[in-house]
T-cell receptor, first 115, second 112 residues
């Protein structure tokens, strides 16, 4: 399966600041997905990022709060802007390699704590 | 709207006993189906997946799952649970090239 490198693996941030999370894949993929996992909860899709177009956000998530970049087929970033303690979560990127290698693969996640 | 339901929030089984974790989905057509496991503080690991073909799929760590179209279910099973299986288990579904949707998860506790 694909190797996804996500960084940072964890961070503690001050409220009001922003954090950019990077996701690097070892092969070219069309679609990349960003998820949030709040403490003790399941995963919720934030947005879908296609190379060369604007990200598509799910209900409850907006671009001003979670801007996403997708400059090429192997890389994406998610920024958590103007953070508050409610943003403390694990953020995960995922890719769909079903066409090439048969499955969805997740990065190891970024554990964010906002204080 | 598409949805994934894991009816059991928490299950406790004795080591060596059999296990079944339930998953039901609500979609117009057959989606792609997945089971993931997440150990405390860890990322998601894919246990198995169903795209088409044989409705009984084998996964890693001795897990298997059976797709039942008539029941819109994709239950996860293991004949003999090990203490190391204690974790959170997520059922997930996806359509074609679309995003994956997750169930709420089932936390498995294994008693000695």
């Amino acid at each position: 399966s694909a190797v996804i490198s996500q960084k940072p693996s964890r961070d503690i941030c001050q409220r009001g600041t922003s954090l950019t999370i990077q996701c690097q894949v070892d092969s070219q993929v069309t679609m990349m997905f960003w998820y949030r996992q709040q403490p003790g909860q399941s995963l919720t899709l934030i947005a879908t990022a296609n190379q060369g177009s604007e990200a598509t956000y799910e209900s409850g998530f907006v671009i001003d709060k979670f801007p996403i970049s997708r400059p090429n087929l192997t890389f994406s970033t998610l920024t958590v802007s103007n953070m508050s303690p409610e943003d403390s979560s694990i953020y995960l990127c995922s890719v769909d390699l079903r066409g090439a290698r048969g499955g969805y693969t997740f990065g190891s996640g970024t554990r964010l704590t906002v204080v | 709207a598409q949805s994934v339901t894991q009816p059991d929030i928490h299950i406790t089984v004795s080591e060596g006993a059999s296990l079944e974790l339930r998953c039901n989905y609500s979609y117009g057509a057959t989606p792609y189906l997945f089971w993931y496991v997440q150990s405390p503080g860890q990322g998601l690991q894919l246990l198995l997946k169903y795209f088409s073909g044989d409705t009984l799929v084998q996964g890693i760590k001795g897990f298997e799952a059976e797709f039942k179209r008539s029941q819109s279910s994709f239950n996860l099973r293991k004949p003999s649970v090990h203490w190391s299986d204690a974790a959170e288990y997520f059922c997930a579904v996806a359509y074609n090239n679309n995003d994956m949707r997750f169930g709420a998860g089932t936390r498995l506790t294994v008693k000695p």
